[in-house]
């Protein structure tokens, strides 16, 4: 069974940081693509970040560049969001998505997905 399970979510001041991790398991992370998404109350879910796990590319939303960066440790099947300067605008549901790797990276409807972790900002 695949599982991707996040963690790291929690209440911040504007201006802080968190780390989000994406721990797979049940999955063979060769060559595949993890993304972060967010989903605030009442709008609809964007996506945030992407990794290829084979290359390390990456791949941003606009409102996240510069301020977030994603990261991938194989070995332990874990991709990080690092997420600085954070702004209430980021609060939200985050979630981990995963699935095979495609030519473009992109915010695409993958195939796993985890149960989110909340992330509030308060300014």
Same mark, same amino acid.
């Given at each position: 069974?695949?599982?991707?399970?996040?963690?790291?979510?929690?209440?911040?001041?504007?201006?802080?940081?968190?780390?989000?991790?994406?721990?797979?398991?049940?999955?063979?992370?060769?060559?595949?693509?993890?993304?972060?998404?967010?989903?605030?109350?009442?709008?609809?879910?964007?996506?945030?970040?992407?990794? !290829?796990?084979?290359? *390390?590319?990456?791949? =941003?939303?606009?409102?996240?560049? +510069?301020?977030?960066? %994603?990261?991938?440790?194989?070995?332990?099947?874990?991709?990080?969001?690092?997420?600085?300067?954070?702004?209430?605008?980021?609060?939200?549901?985050?979630?981990?998505?995963?699935?095979?790797? !495609?030519?473009?990276? *992109?915010?695409?409807? =993958?195939?796993?997905?985890?149960? +989110?972790?909340?992330? %509030?900002?308060?300014?």
């Amino acid at each position: 069974e695949v599982q991707l399970v996040e963690s790291g979510g929690g209440l911040v001041q504007a201006g802080g940081s968190l780390r989000l991790s994406c721990v797979a398991s049940g999955f063979d992370f060769d060559e595949k693509a993890i993304c972060w998404f967010r989903q605030a109350p009442g709008k609809e879910r964007e996506g945030v970040s992407c990794i !290829g796990t084979s290359d *390390g590319t990456t791949y =941003y939303a606009d409102s996240v560049k +510069g301020r977030f960066t %994603t990261s991938t440790d194989n070995a332990k099947k874990t991709v990080y969001l690092q997420m600085d300067r954070l702004k209430p605008e980021d609060t939200a549901v985050y979630y981990c998505a995963g699935g095979v790797r !495609g030519y473009y990276l *992109g915010f695409y409807n =993958y195939d796993y997905w985890g149960q +989110g972790t909340q992330v %509030t900002v308060s300014g």
